[in-house]
């Protein structure tokens, strides 16, 4: 993951919080426990070939974005606040030199892992 992150980009990450982390169930924390499928639920969390910044994501509402783990995530705005998929954007977004990193309050995990138990 780390190779992929540090790679010519450009890319969106929505990188999860330790609240976020914290706050999973547990059926979602043993799939985190497993390396495969914790690498399947990180690239989850990233889009390639775009840096969106929050202005650009605010414009989307409804778009899909494909990740690197090859499933989809659905852009939705509301009064201004950018959700994507179940995690809502939360403080600042930080430009990198190969794309943009957003932080979310949820960890997202892939349609074809979830059975996921409610928090």
Known sequence: MVQALEGKGP???FAPTNEAFAAC???DRQ???DGKKL???LQYHVVPGRALTQADLLKMNGER???VQGDELTIIVENNTVWVGSAKLTGKEELTNNGVVHQVDDVLIPPMLLSRSTK
């Open 11 to 13: 890319m969106t990450v």
């Open 65 to 67: 974005l494909t990740t």
């Open 39 to 41: 690498q399947m639920v």
């Open 25 to 27: 169930a547990e059926s």
């Open 31 to 33: 799939k985190l426990a």
